[in-house]
């Protein structure tokens, strides 16, 4: 089973690349986030690999990180989503936003990718929240496990500030990924004790400087 790549990009195609280890060119199938990280032809690469073997073919499917081979064998759990499928999810999200939709059951941001109808797109949102409870969103926040404070042992107050301060901002026509993002930026900043308008004024500061 292969996992992992080293050797020259020699061709970069819409959904895949070539990648010449040894004189042997591997068709590696890849998101066109880790199609636009790849570098120049003739040029060294290094992609983490998934290989799925199928009775009538061996496909390998590429990715500039390992974050993204996690999401990627995540979303070919769920009913419906294949290789592809989820290629094109992680074309349209990056891991970071990816985990941020999930945990803040943002199915209109899974559903902006290519195939993806909004049935699918709830079908992910439920199924994932719980698998995904070990993937790093970024400092102090995991997807499924995200300041959800009943799991610490305390009450569940720090969860519902989060969640009214994401509402608030969701009422003021920001996106709900972009909204839970921000929110958990202000709550790290803040700290546990901070209220609910605390963090709808921190969180909007945060998405105004991004705009």
């Given at each position: 089973?292969?996992?992992?790549?080293?050797?020259?990009?020699?061709?970069?195609?819409?959904?895949?690349?070539?990648?010449?280890?040894?004189?042997?060119?591997?068709?590696?199938?890849?998101?066109?986030?880790?199609?636009?990280?790849?570098p120049r032809a003739g040029e060294a690469v290094h992609l983490r690999i998934e290989t799925h073997v199928r009775e009538d073919h061996i496909h390998l499917y590429g990715f500039a990180t390992e974050s993204e081979r996690t999401w990627f064998r995540l979303l070919t759990t769920v009913q419906g989503v294949?290789?592809?499928?989820?290629?094109?999810i992680l074309s349209a999200?990056?891991?970071?936003?990816?985990?941020?939709?999930?945990?803040?059951?943002?199915?209109?941001?899974?559903s902006r990718a290519n195939g993806v109808g909004s049935k699918l797109a709830?079908?992910?949102?439920?199924?994932?929240?719980?698998?995904?409870?070990?993937?790093?969103?970024g400092p102090q926040a995991r997807v499924g496990g995200a300041f959800r404070v009943e799991?610490?042992?305390?009450?569940?107050?720090?969860?519902?500030?989060?969640?009214?301060?994401?509402?608030?901002?969701?009422n003021l026509g920001y996106g709900r990924t972009e909204a839970y993002?921000?929110?958990?930026?202000?709550?790290?900043e803040i700290g546990d004790d901070a209220r609910v308008e605390a963090l709808i004024r921190s969180g909007l500061a945060r998405l105004g400087a991004a705009a």
């Open positions: 089973m292969i996992a992992s790549l080293r050797g020259l990009v020699e061709q970069v195609d819409d959904d895949g690349a070539i990648v010449d280890v040894g004189g042997v060119g591997y068709l590696v199938f890849c998101s066109g986030r880790t199609l636009t990280a790849l294949g290789a592809r499928l989820a290629l094109a999200l990056s891991p970071t936003d990816l985990g941020r939709a999930i945990a803040s059951g943002d199915r209109v941001a899974v709830a079908r992910i949102v439920t199924e994932l929240k719980d698998k995904a409870g070990g993937i790093e969103l799991d610490k042992g305390r009450d569940n107050g720090e969860d519902r500030r989060v969640s009214d301060a994401v509402s608030g901002l969701v993002g921000a929110v958990i930026d202000a709550l790290r």
